[in-house]
């Protein structure tokens, strides 16, 4: 059931990466397009894009940075409760540092 689970999360997570980076690109293309249209102009859509891009890059970065955080936080705890578990295995033997 762990397995299941494992994957499931990942599938997740790697959708989310998808729409942190699409959603922001779309919106910024289609306020462009409506701009160009409206002003007459041609150059709205191309820098809305770009825009769209660094903020799909920008919503990316602070979400991996937000998973390797909370992967090391949960690697850190569980690598704390095997210390403990060691330690008192330690003590009960009779076997000190």
């Excluded at 499931?8 to 980076?21: D, E, K, R, V």
């Excluded at 769209?52 to 850190?76: H, I």
Aim: aromatic letters at 14%.
């Amino acid at each position: 059931m762990g397995y299941k689970k494992n994957v499931y999360h990942a599938l997740a997570m790697i959708t989310q990466f998808g729409i942190n980076m699409l959603v922001p690109i779309f919106l910024c293309s289609f306020l462009g397009i409506y701009m160009d249209r409206k002003l007459g102009t041609s150059f709205w859509m191309v820098l809305l894009f770009f825009v769209g891009a660094l903020a799909g890059f920008r919503n990316v970065y602070v979400f991996a940075r937000r998973v390797y955080s909370m992967k090391s936080e949960r690697d850190t705890a569980h690598g704390r409760k095997a210390g403990t578990a060691r330690e008192a295995d330690r003590e009960e033997n009779g076997n000190h540092k």
